[in-house]
């Protein structure tokens, strides 16, 4: 399928073992709600049923806190419903104390092949701080199970700029994580929340920096803000949803988008699970506001994005650069996405 046709299913598990202080997306800690979770994620998905995807994304929360029953369950339901075809890009979120090996084996044996695992961090100390319930051995014991399982497509998730990390520490789970053989490295920059606190900015733009001179010395190529993946590993899902591309979203908090629509559940379990109707928020994005959106989304990008330019302007410069008419961010760019973002946007008649 040509990547500008892919439509991505996102299914949205919200339930953890335990809530991270850092973390702002939506979960609950009832684990004994997940088969009524199930019921009414069957319910919303047969509204929207005879659909077809190239990638599918199970996300959380911490989907690896399903039972192998659970997680059976979960696929009988997308494929029920949906048509995944033969090539379609299928990645499973794992926490890895949660992940065991007869999970990874389940999930490989279910169609999964893209795995993302949140290890946050090299050092053991740094999760403590976060509130992880892991520490560096168990991810590694993770990979070499998803390797054991068959699994070839790995992503790490790393979280920099937080109090009681350093520049050293940060490179030091950078070098760490490149030297892993995994395929895509995320690395996301800390959203104070939950007493977590932020670093000084002169700390997070060194870190910043360190992510390309550390990842790229081995292969890694930054493809986007967040993103580094090895030469054809890129997210696919993920580029649909940078791309403006159409995706469906289920379960509470999960958002969707097609054509100029978009539409949001509640982030409320307790509502989802008495639905029908399944309580959301509709937007229809007006043409400014569709093109001022494919400007954020697009410059995020190492492709970047086609706006006709001929010249950088005078503002803009070293922030971004211009190759073949298409408008990217440099590396110090990358600091301030949102503000260039927003000068395009009004250069280009907005």
């Not at 994620?41 to 996300?59: H, K, N, P, V, W």
């Not at 509130?131 to 497509?153: Q, V, Y």
């Not at 350093?166 to 490179?171: E, G, N």
């Not at 292969?219 to 940078?242: D, K, M, T, V």
């Amino acid at each position: 399928m040509n990547p500008d046709q892919e439509r991505g299913l996102y299914i949205h598990i919200p339930f953890c073992r335990s809530r991270c202080p850092y973390c702002s997306f939506y979960s609950e800690t009832g684990l004994y709600l997940i088969d009524e979770f199930l019921d009414a994620l069957a319910r919303e998905t047969s509204e929207f049923a005879g659909q077809g995807f190239s990638t599918c994304y199970i996300g959380g929360g911490t989907p690896s806190v399903l039972s192998h029953e659970q997680t059976e369950r979960l696929f009988g339901i997308i494929r029920d419903n949906f048509d995944l075809g033969p090539g379609a890009e299928i990645t499973v979120e794992v926490n890895p104390e949660s992940a065991s090996r007869e999970l990874l084996g389940a999930l490989r044996d279910l169609g999964v092949n893209r795995l993302s695992v949140g290890a946050q961090s090299a050092r053991d100390q740094e999760l403590i701080l976060l509130g992880r319930r892991h520490r560096a051995t168990d991810t590694l014991r993770c990979i070499e199970d998803a390797l054991a399982a068959g699994f070839s497509n790995l992503s790490l998730d790393l979280i920099f700029g937080f109090v009681g990390q350093t520049r050293d520490s940060w490179c030091k789970s950078l070098e760490w994580a490149r030297e892993l053989p995994v395929t895509h490295v995320s690395t996301y920059a800390l959203t104070p929340h939950g007493g977590v606190k932020e670093l000084p900015e002169d700390d997070l733009v060194a870190m910043y920096l360190a992510r390309d001179e550390v990842l790229c010395e081995r292969g890694f190529q930054r493809y986007e803000i967040s993103n580094y993946a090895r030469p054809g590993r890129e997210s696919r899902h993920n580029l649909i949803y940078w791309r403006r591309g159409e995706y469906l979203g289920l379960g509470p908090s999960a958002s969707s988008f097609r054509g100029n629509k978009r539409w949001r559940n509640e982030p409320d379990l307790e509502l989802y699970l008495k639905a029908p109707p399944f309580p959301r928020e509709e937007e229809n994005l007006s043409p400014e506001q569709a093109r001022l959106e494919g400007i954020f989304l697009g410059i995020r990008l190492a492709e970047g994005i086609d706006l006709r330019l001929t010249e950088i302007p005078e503002s803009l410069a070293g922030l971004v650069e211009l190759r073949g008419g298409r408008v990217s961010l440099t590396p110090k760019g990358v600091m301030v996405a949102d503000r260039v973002a927003l000068e395009l946007f009004e250069i280009t008649g907005g």
